[in-house]
């Protein structure tokens, strides 16, 4: 079993690599849910590595996979980008990959900690600037009845 996790687990950044080939802005390639459900999943995964210091290459992995999603999900529009007044809607898309930019900003840091072994400040940065992230983000970006 863990040689199957193990092969899935190096095999995920190819498959992350050719969702980029395929992600465009008009949006034919991963939706911005699958990339949320992405980051999700492997925010949860991460958060349970982050408490074994011998998994620190399974969370290296969980984060990098975060990267790449939020790397496409800031390619494609803000959910609710159609609700806004039309001239405001690039100022909303400029907003929108600005905090997308930030969270990448967040993620890296967190990289930082985990590759300095320090697992309790990547699990103090989940639960401080990457949830005030993902809570102002969704308040201002998903669509208001979602
Ligand atoms: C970093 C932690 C984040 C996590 C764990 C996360 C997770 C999720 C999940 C699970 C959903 C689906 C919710 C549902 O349909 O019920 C979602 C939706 C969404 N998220 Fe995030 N998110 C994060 C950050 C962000 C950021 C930084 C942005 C924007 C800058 C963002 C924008 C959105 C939008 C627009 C949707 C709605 C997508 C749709 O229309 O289906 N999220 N997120």
Known sequence: MKTLTDAAMRLAPLAVAALFVVATPAQDGPSLHDCMEGIKDNLKALSQSLEDDARQAD??????????????????EPSNLY???????????????????????ALAEMEQHICAGDNASAMAAIRGQLLTLRNDSHDKYQVEDH
């Open 59 to 76: 969370s290296l992995k969980h984060v990098s996979l975060m990267q790449s999603y939020v790397m496409i999900g800031k390619e494609l």
């Open 83 to 105: 609700d806004m007044p039309e001239d405001q809607r690039h100022d909303h898309s400029m907003a929108y990959r600005s905090d997308m930019a930030k969270t990448l900003g």
